[in-house]
C-alpha cells in the first residue's frame, strides 16, 4: 500500500511538473506572439504616417496643377474668342499666351510606398492595402502622365523655330513659374494662324488633365481620410507619438 501511495505521489508530481512546463511554454508563445503583434503593428503605424505625409505633399503640388490648369482653361477661351474676331477688333492679351504656355512638374511622392513593398509588410486592413496600392501603382502614374502631356506642347513650340516661338520678344518661363511672355506683334496674321492651330487641340488636351487631376485629388483626399482613420484606432494610434 505505501508503495503504491508513493508511486501515485511522484505519478501527480511527474504530471504537475509537466503541466508547469506546458504552461510555461505557453506563456512564452504568448508573449513571444504579444511582442511580435506589437512590434508589426508598429511598422504599420510608421508606414502609415509616412504615407500620409506623402499623400499630404501630393496634394499640394496637385493644387497647384488645378490652378495653373483653370488659369489655362479660361485663357484658351480668352484666346480663342479674340482670334476669332476680325483682325484689330479685339487684340490678344499677351498675359493669356502666358497661361497658355505655363506647367507644371509634377514629382510623384511614394518613397513611403516603396519601402513598404520592400520590407514586404502588408496593411492588416485590406480595403486600406488595395486602396493606397490603386492610388500609387495606377491613379498616380496615370495623372503624371497627363500632366507631363502639357508640359511636352510647351516644350515643342518653345524649342523649336514656328511663329508662336518667333513671336516671343522675351519671357520668364520655367516649370512651377508663372510664364511671363512679351508678345512682338500680337496682330500678325501667321503667328494668330499658328496660335489657333495650336489651342483647339490644346483645350481638349488641357480639359482632360484638368478633369484627371481633379479626380485625382479626390482620391487623395478619400485616401487621406482612410489612412488617418486606420491610424486613430487603438492598435496603432499609441506608436503614432513615438514617431511624429
Known amino acids: 500500500?505505501?508503495?503504491?501511495?508513493?508511486?501515485?505521489?511522484?505519478?501527480?508530481?511527474?504530471?504537475?511538473?509537466?503541466?508547469?512546463?506546458?504552461?510555461?511554454?505557453?506563456?512564452?508563445?504568448?508573449?513571444?506572439?504579444?511582442?511580435?503583434?506589437?512590434?508589426?503593428?508598429?511598422?504599420?503605424?510608421?508606414?502609415?504616417?509616412?504615407?500620409?505625409?506623402?499623400?499630404?505633399?501630393?496634394?499640394?503640388?496637385?493644387?497647384?496643377?488645378?490652378?495653373?490648369?483653370?488659369?489655362?482653361?479660361?485663357?484658351?477661351?480668352?484666346?480663342?474668342?479674340?482670334?476669332?474676331?476680325?483682325?484689330?477688333?479685339?487684340?490678344?492679351?499677351?498675359?493669356?499666351?502666358?497661361?497658355?504656355?505655363?506647367?507644371?512638374?509634377?514629382?510623384?511622392?511614394?518613397?513611403?510606398?516603396?519601402?513598404?513593398?520592400?520590407?514586404?509588410?502588408?496593411?492588416?486592413?485590406?480595403s486600406l492595402r488595395t486602396s493606397i496600392s490603386r492610388y500609387y501603382d495606377f491613379e498616380q502614374k496615370k495623372v503624371s502622365q497627363s500632366i507631363y502631356d502639357i508640359e511636352e506642347v510647351f516644350l515643342r513650340i518653345m524649342r523649336s523655330k514656328n511663329p508662336i516661338r518667333g513671336n516671343i520678344l522675351r519671357g520668364k518661363t520655367g516649370s512651377n513659374v508663372k510664364t511671363e511672355l512679351t508678345l512682338i506683334n500680337p496682330e500678325d496674321r501667321v503667328f494668330r494662324k499658328e496660335l489657333m492651330n495650336e489651342l483647339i487641340p490644346f483645350q481638349d488636351n488641357n480639359r482632360a488633365t484638368l478633369q484627371k487631376v481633379m479626380e485625382f485629388s479626390k482620391l487623395n483626399r478619400l485616401l487621406v481620410q482612410q489612412v488617418e482613420s486606420e491610424i486613430s484606432t487603438p492598435r496603432l494610434r499609441r506608436f503614432i507619438s513615438e514617431h511624429h
Do not use: H
Request: proline content about 2%; glycine content about 4%; overall charge neutral.
Open 1 to 126: 500500500m505505501i508503495g503504491t501511495r508513493n508511486t501515485r505521489r511522484y505519478i501527480l508530481y511527474a504530471i504537475g511538473e509537466i503541466a508547469l512546463v506546458v504552461i510555461g511554454i505557453l506563456i512564452a508563445l504568448q508573449i513571444n506572439n504579444w511582442n511580435e503583434a506589437r512590434k508589426y503593428a508598429e511598422n504599420e503605424a510608421y508606414t502609415l504616417g509616412e504615407i500620409l505625409n506623402n499623400l499630404r505633399e501630393d496634394a499640394d503640388q496637385i493644387n497647384i496643377v488645378v490652378s495653373r490648369r483653370n488659369e489655362a482653361k479660361a485663357a484658351v477661351e480668352n484666346l480663342l474668342y479674340s482670334l476669332r474676331q476680325p483682325a484689330g477688333l479685339d487684340q490678344i492679351d499677351s498675359k493669356d499666351v502666358s497661361s497658355f504656355l505655363t506647367f507644371e512638374r509634377y514629382y510623384p511622392l511614394n518613397n513611403a510606398f516603396e519601402m513598404m513593398k520592400s520590407t514586404g509588410l502588408k496593411l492588416l486592413n485590406k
